[in-house]
């Protein structure tokens, strides 16, 4: 079965600081793998995702993530944080068939001005 | 806006009674997929309905159920429900269900059993 992992539940930057949001993965057969981002009381939009076109992966709003096989890893980093970049952001692993996404546990990104 | 609708924003309902949650899709969206949100369970897949059949299950309680009508939108019904229930339900659409797809999430629904 497919899983992800989140660590730091709670990630805090001072504002024009480096994003690092950590994502690994288990997966038997290659991921496909997906950066979400929920702001308060709203849904969830997808920032990025992986198609193994490319490791490095540019998303909106300035993010990326870099395909880690090695290291079953898909962290999501961001040269300078906003303000507005506040929010929860998950980490996905979509099975093959594409039936479901599998979540992680979701890590809330705090900014500090 | 993901062109994903949901109604009701809110619900709020007592214990043992039933609610039905609303999906419209994305136009041309065949797909529906319905999630819950909670603070212990985290973000569950619960069911996957694909131009009107169902396509998968998740961790869906027998007490809930789904479907997909002719004009793509589907419902969730929640019955016998309890406390434990109450959580963000979202519902996501995409155009088919291939592993590189992706979903669009509608805003939610969120459910308060009291």
């Known amino acids: 079965a497919q899983s992800v992992t989140q660590l730091g539940s709670h990630v805090s930057v001072s504002e024009g600081a480096l994003v690092l949001l950590r994502c690994n993965y288990s997966?038997?057969?290659?991921?496909?793998l997906f950066w979400y981002v929920q702001y308060p009381n709203q849904g969830l939009q997808l920032l990025l995702k992986?198609?193994?076109?490319?490791?490095l992966v540019k998303g909106i709003n300035g993010f990326e993530a870099e395909f880690k096989k090695s290291e079953t890893s898909f962290h999501l980093t961001k040269p300078s944080a906003h303000m507005s970049d506040a929010a929860e952001y998950f980490c996905?692993?979509?099975?093959?068939?594409?039936?479901?996404?599998?979540f992680g546990g979701g890590t809330r990104l705090m900014v500090k001005p | 806006d993901s062109g994903v609708t949901q109604t009701p924003k809110h619900l709020i309902t007592a214990t043992g009674q039933r609610v039905t949650l609303r999906c419209s899709p994305r136009?041309?969206?065949?797909?529906v997929y319905w999630y819950q949100q909670s603070l212990d369970q985290g973000l569950q897949f619960l069911i996957q309905?694909?131009?009107?059949?169902?396509?998968a299950k998740g961790n869906i309680l027998e007490r809930f159920s789904a479907q997909q009508f002719p004009d793509l939108h589907s419902e969730l019904n929640l019955s016998s429900l309890e406390l434990g229930d109450s959580a963000l339900y979202f519902c996501?659409?995409?155009?088919?269900?291939?592993?590189?797809?992706?979903?669009?999430f509608g805003q939610g629904t969120r459910l308060t059993v009291v």
């Open positions: 996501a659409s995409s155009v088919q269900g291939g592993g590189n797809t992706e979903a669009f």
């Open positions: 997966s038997s057969v290659p991921p496909y």
């Open positions: 992986y198609t193994s076109a490319a490791t």
């Open positions: 996905a692993v979509r099975n093959n068939a594409g039936n479901m996404l599998t």
């Open positions: 136009s041309g969206d065949l797909s």
């Open positions: 309905y694909y131009n009107g059949e169902e396509r």
